[in-house]
């Protein structure tokens, strides 16, 4: 760890990384990292959707933005509370939009982005290893279509998912100035049960 990296479970103030980027480029596996990494609560961004918004996108049908608005607010009150207790927090959210990353950031100074990227190959390739999953492969063109690249004047850091798993999270972690001694990083590839959600119809 050099001088300018903070060991993230020794920080004043919590932080929360919202991994986002398309379906397929590894969200959940890289945050079970970054969980292991650190000790903070999790939650999976799919798990706020409304039953309706899944049965879209299992028909093949990609979400718009009435759809997806509901489903921000929802993490960003969860992300919210987790800010007011005073706890780091990881949380997955294609998050694919400006304007969604601004909703999830406004009024949480806490929220650093973790865009994961990787070529249309591979998460082609991802995908269609998937089972048992709502979203079809048929909708990663449209999500590529709308996402809109972490832009340099938003908090977090982009980083190519190509490789290891583990070795990603922690380039992510060194890329904000974080950093977890090696033998505390008991790598996992199984993203850790979320805490409870905030009640209220999702």
């Given at each position: 760890m050099t001088d300018s990296q903070t060991d993230p479970r020794q920080r004043d103030e919590p932080l929360t990384l919202v991994v986002m980027g398309v379906s397929g480029v590894g969200k959940s596996s890289v945050a079970a990292e970054l969980v292991a990494a650190t000790g903070w609560v999790f939650a999976e961004g799919d798990?706020?959707?409304?039953?309706?918004?899944?049965?879209?996108?299992?028909?093949?049908?990609?979400?718009?933005?009435d759809d997806r608005w509901p489903?921000?607010?929802?993490?960003?009150?969860w992300i919210g509370e987790w800010e007011a207790a005073g706890r780091g927090a990881v949380v997955t959210c294609?998050?694919?939009?400006?304007?969604?990353?601004?909703?999830?950031?406004?009024?949480?100074?806490?929220?650093?982005?973790v865009h994961l990227t990787a070529s249309?190959?591979?998460?082609?390739?991802?995908?269609?290893?998937?089972?048992?999953h709502y979203m079809p492969p048929s909708l990663l063109e449209s999500q590529l279509r709308t996402l809109e690249p972490l832009g340099a004047d938003e908090p977090g850091v982009a980083v190519d998912t190509s490789g290891d798993q583990a070795a990603v999270a922690r380039s992510a972690l060194e890329a904000l100035d974080?950093?977890?001694?090696?033998q505390t990083h008991a790598a996992t590839t199984t993203a850790p049960t979320p805490p409870p959600r905030p009640t209220g119809d999702r």
């Amino acid at each position: 760890m050099t001088d300018s990296q903070t060991d993230p479970r020794q920080r004043d103030e919590p932080l929360t990384l919202v991994v986002m980027g398309v379906s397929g480029v590894g969200k959940s596996s890289v945050a079970a990292e970054l969980v292991a990494a650190t000790g903070w609560v999790f939650a999976e961004g799919d798990e706020f959707h409304t039953q309706a918004n899944r049965d879209k996108m299992a028909a093949g049908h990609p979400l718009d933005d009435d759809d997806r608005w509901p489903w921000l607010r929802a993490l960003a009150e969860w992300i919210g509370e987790w800010e007011a207790a005073g706890r780091g927090a990881v949380v997955t959210c294609s998050a694919l939009k400006r304007a969604y990353r601004d909703l999830l950031c406004d009024g949480h100074p806490s929220v650093r982005f973790v865009h994961l990227t990787a070529s249309d190959e591979l998460i082609a390739e991802r995908i269609g290893a998937r089972k048992d999953h709502y979203m079809p492969p048929s909708l990663l063109e449209s999500q590529l279509r709308t996402l809109e690249p972490l832009g340099a004047d938003e908090p977090g850091v982009a980083v190519d998912t190509s490789g290891d798993q583990a070795a990603v999270a922690r380039s992510a972690l060194e890329a904000l100035d974080l950093d977890v001694p090696e033998q505390t990083h008991a790598a996992t590839t199984t993203a850790p049960t979320p805490p409870p959600r905030p009640t209220g119809d999702r």
